[in-house]
């Protein structure tokens, strides 16, 4: 059974940085791409970063050059560390199996809550 569980999120202040954990069982993420998604209340989820089974990394602009992700194959674990955090940037975020056209809610996480405030 594939199954994905973000962690470490939480509330900061604007300029501070998080790291997202996204612990993954049931496959090897070394095997996938990977994907983060966020979720800003009363908006539609947003594609955020993915790395590629190459290692190959993506980013969206709004993301770009803050944010970085990561993966650890012998903890088979995803990471977003999240830099320079903004208040726009508050959202859910969740971790999902596969690219992006992959995405969907039997794809993800129960996902983090990041809230950026001052």
């Known amino acids: 059974e594939v199954q994905l569980v973000e962690s470490g999120g939480g509330v900061v202040q604007p300029g501070e940085s998080l790291k997202l954990s996204c612990a993954a069982s049931g496959f090897s993420v070394s095997n996938y791409a990977m994907t983060w998604v966020r979720q800003a209340p009363g908006k539609g989820h947003e594609w955020v970063s993915t790395i590629s089974s190459y290692d190959f990394t993506y980013y969206a602009d709004s993301v770009k050059g803050r944010f970085t992700i990561s993966r650890d194959n012998a903890k088979n674990t995803l990471y977003l560390e999240l830099n320079g955090l903004k208040t726009e940037d508050t959202a859910m975020y969740y971790c999902?199996?596969?690219?992006?056209?992959?995405?969907?809610?039997?794809?993800r996480g129960q996902g983090t809550q990041v809230t950026v405030s001052s």
């Open positions: 999902a199996k596969g690219s992006y056209s992959d995405y969907s809610a039997a794809t």
